[in-house]
């Protein structure tokens, strides 16, 4: 073994060593302090933890929206509160209420901006399975506008956007190029 | 006994009719109430026709017997088991009356009438108004009733309202001022000792004033279905005649009569009287209030919009025939400009639609819609007009302080107001808020409407509108039975007729009459606790 050969295998050794301490210990050197207490919680924990949330459906009459408390998914922030939350109202309605969206709506993202407005991205089911009407319409979208701006005091407005793009209308009545507001009228119903 | 009749309710109506009428007269303490005849019979005017239809007043109501209206339509009166109630027929369709009762239940729905329902021995008698608030809902034709000028118009027929009045003039000249409304094409013709007025009309719905006695005009009278006759008296020598106004919406024609008199020396002729101020004819000429009319049927080509229950209706087709009729009975009523968005099966942009209808510079934009639930029980018409959000409340709010004007080109002192596009009908929310009532209230007394009978939403196709506008759903389509009534004529009938009636109230209000009342289902403001949680 030459004295080259020995320096060469000296220098890798040092950038290895190197290199296993930028991986390995620079990362806790940037974290905060962890706190000593209490140890993190198993993951089973979080996905039990629940918050109230107000879901909407269509009442019995069908005249308006009913607000219904539910237990949803506890989410780490605003997002991922809001993304629970739209999970649990696209699911089928509990009886005797029902479901303004339609059928095979799946939920694809969600962002929120600084402004508090969120952006709700939904399947294109929402639109080809709408069996179309006004009021339908406005059921259907004040059930997404509602869901996120009833539970989280961030949200105040909600566009809904289709498969990821912008769209003018959902049933071809409804003007959805900028977010809505919370529309307390169809959940309180017409006069009896 | 009439009992004896109502015992029978599942025989046949003939044989129950028979025994109804053999049956003593009863007469009912309204027989006590009963008052003459009113001036002049009601006068049916059908497709060539006029027939005499015979009333009664009856506590200062002017009544029809339903046997009477039996002579003229083909229905069947026979007596029912249950509260004494009689049931006419039309076809497959009927209504339910109860002696005493202000109420009828048209095809299962309650029509309100001015007065109850009265026996009067062997015949029943109602308000004249349930021949076209509850028959109308069932026959397969338009029914127009014109109280003040006595005439049930039956079909959709040519029938301008015609008013004439006179101006006496210094120099033996008779002004004859004759308005017609809509505008109708017409044809004077001179022959002896008469002047003849031919209107292109199936019949004329007059206001005939006597001629002055001045012997240029003698009388006036109406001669047939369409002409009018001017007799002239002994001094008449020559005429002439002119167009003074013209608009759709009604004509203001002058015939001048001119006598054989010598004429005054200028110096001796006493100032010619100051014409007196003319009174606006039916849709004031010379700019009308409402002149044009947009009618938008929802959805069409591609876009199929709702499907009936049973599959077999589509709201594009629906909107479509409504619109045509809807145009047709306002072009016929008030003889305005009604454009349609779409005349065909095809596919129209909602920003199109209302670029068309800005375009055409329109006073009134009424969008045709059939409403869809997820659930099937749900039913009624409901008019929709534009809520403003932040973004709305901002633009009007904007639009006030600003008034951003441009000049424009060639034309100095003229400026064009900028309207931002999508926020044109912030500035109408307001009238387009009382049109929607009207339209509601006008429904109401016709079909079935919902209990949420008059909503806001953000609609994108009034948005872009730059005037009143209302978007109309008709009924359920996803209800089986309203989606065979939004197919029938009928019903589609009843639409129009009450569509077409709140455009009269609306033009009325516009010319400074009053609003309604806020409706049953009129959108209010959103108000802590209103919220139902469960």
Not at chain 2, 23 to 29: E, G, K, N, S, W
């Given at each position: 073994m030459t004295a080259r050969t020995l320096a060469l295998a000296s220098v890798l050794a040092a950038g290895a060593t190197f290199a296993a301490a930028y991986v390995v210990l620079l990362p806790r050197l940037s974290e905060p302090p962890a706190a000593p207490v209490p140890p993190a919680a198993p993951a089973e924990d979080v996905e039990a933890r629940k918050i109230t949330a107000h879901l909407f459906f269509v009442a019995e009459d069908g005249l308006r929206l009913v607000s219904i408390e539910r237990d949803v998914v506890f989410g780490e922030d605003t997002v991922e509160q809001a993304r629970r939350i739209l999970e649990a109202q696209l699911e089928p309605a509990p009886p005797p209420y029902a479901s303004a969206i339609p059928p095979g709506t799946t939920l694809r993202r969600v962002f929120v901006t600084d402004r508090g407005e969120a952006f709700v991205d939904v399947s294109a089911e929402v639109r080809s399975a709408h069996p179309g009407g006004s009021l339908n319409e406005l059921f259907t979208t004040y059930t997404i506008v509602n869901a996120l701006t009833a539970n989280l005091p961030a949200v105040t407005a909600v566009q809904i956007l289709i498969d990821g793009k912008e769209v003018d209308s959902l049933a071809g009545h409804l003007d959805l190029r900028r977010p809505l507001q919370q529309n307390d009228r169809l959940v309180a119903g017409p006069p009896q | 006994m009439y009992s004896t009749v109502v015992t029978c309710a599942h025989r046949t109506c003939i044989a129950a009719l028979a025994l109804w009428t053999l049956?003593?007269?009863?007469?009912?303490?309204v027989s006590a109430g009963q008052d003459a005849a009113p001036s002049s019979p009601l006068t049916l005017v059908t497709a060539g026709a006029r027939t005499p239809l015979p009333t009664t007043m009856v506590a200062g109501r002017e009544m029809i017997a339903i046997e009477d209206l039996a002579a003229h339509f083909p229905l069947a009166i026979r007596g029912e088991t249950v509260a004494d109630s009689v049931r006419v027929s039309y076809r497959d369709r009927a209504i339910l009356l109860t002696p005493d009762q202000p109420l009828v239940s048209v095809d299962g729905r309650l029509v309100s009438l001015p007065a109850p329902v009265i026996r009067a021995g062997r015949r029943l008698l109602v308000p004249v108004e349930f021949i076209d608030r509850a028959f109308g809902l069932l026959y397969e034709e338009p029914i127009d009733l014109r109280k003040p000028s006595r005439l049930l118009i039956v079909g959709a027929l040519r029938v301008p309202r015609v008013t004439v009045r006179y101006e006496p003039l210094a120099d033996d000249t008779l002004r004859v001022l004759v308005d017609i409304a809509p505008a109708t094409g017409h044809a004077i013709v001179q022959e002896p000792k008469r002047l003849l007025m031919h209107l292109e009309a199936d019949a004329l719905d007059v206001t005939l004033p006597p001629p002055p006695p001045q012997n240029l005009l003698e009388s006036v009278r109406v001669l047939d279905a369409d002409t009018i006759e001017l007799v002239t008296g002994s001094r008449f020598a020559s005429y002439r005649s002119s167009m003074l106004a013209s608009t759709p919406a009604s004509s203001r024609v002058l015939v001048e009569l001119l006598s054989t008199a010598p004429a005054v020396s200028s110096a001796a002729a006493p100032s010619p009287r100051p014409a007196a101020a003319d009174p606006p004819p039916f849709f004031s000429a010379p700019r009308p209030l409402i002149s044009t009319v947009v009618i938008d049927p929802g959805h069409g080509g591609s876009e199929s919009g709702a499907r009936g229950a049973s599959g077999a209706a589509t709201e594009k087709d629906l909107t479509l025939a409504v619109a045509r009729q809807l145009k047709h009975a306002i072009e016929a009523r008030y003889g305005i400009r009604v454009l349609q968005t779409r005349d065909d099966d095809r596919h129209v942009g909602l920003d199109e639609r209302a670029a068309y209808a800005n375009n055409a510079k329109a006073d009134l934009f009424i969008s045709l819609h059939a409403n869809a639930s997820p659930r099937p029980g749900v039913r009624g018409a409901e008019v929709f007009y534009l809520e403003l959000d932040r973004y709305g409340d901002e633009a009007r709010r904007r639009a006030r302080l600003d008034g951003t004007t441009l000049p424009a080109f060639g034309s100095a002192g003229r400026e064009i107001e900028l309207v931002p596009w999508d926020l044109a009908q912030a500035q109408h929310v307001d009238r387009s808020a009382v049109l929607a009532r009207m339209v509601e209230e006008q429904l109401g007394s016709r079909v079935e409407v919902s209990r949420r009978g008059v909503q806001q939403g953000p609609l994108r196709v009034l948005q872009g509108v730059n005037m009143p506008a209302v978007l109309i759903e008709m009924g359920y389509l996803t209800n089986r039975e309203q989606e065979a009534a939004l197919a029938s004529g009928a019903y589609q009938a009843a639409l129009v007729q009450a569509i077409t009636d709140a455009v009269e109230t609306f033009r009325d209000y516009l010319g400074g009459g009053k609003a309604p009342a806020t409706g049953r289902g009129a959108a209010a403001p959103a108000a802590p606790g209103w919220i139902a949680r469960r």
């Open positions: - | 049956t003593p007269p009863v007469l009912a303490a």
